[in-house]
């Protein structure tokens, strides 16, 4: 599960969205306060125990995701989570504004190669039955 605050490869987009001046709260769905939890490695563990679970263990693992800006930009262009929730919701022109702003902010991650490097993270949880 990604972690709050969310990791630079998912703020990214966020940052995107602000740059070309993206309202985002409406496009995007929330989750209900009473069937939420914190995005943490106690929250996400505290999820478990509260399931009975036995040996409940979270850690934060961390990793630099390599991949090509077109794969990154098509994601969300063809509605893929909620940075695609957004997208889905925007007209051509400020589709355009996003993507300028999408390459402008990217090109601090890219590399000889062309290839993104996103410094990212994601919460790892185990347990076992009781």
Known sequence: MWPYPPPEAQSLWGEVFDAAGV???AATPT???DGDFPRTP???AGLLD?????????DTITWAHRT???AWWSGPANGVSK???VMETQPAAVISRIR???DKLTARY?????????PTAALLASASAP
């Open 23 to 25: 309202d985002r709260r």
């Open 31 to 33: 989750v209900d306060a």
């Open 42 to 44: 106690d929250g996400l």
């Open 50 to 58: 509260q399931a009975g679970l036995a040996g409940v263990r979270c």
């Open 68 to 70: 090509d800006p077109e």
């Open 83 to 85: 940075p695609g929730l």
């Open 100 to 102: 300028a702003a999408y």
């Open 110 to 118: 890219r590399g000889p190669d062309g290839l993104l490097t996103l």
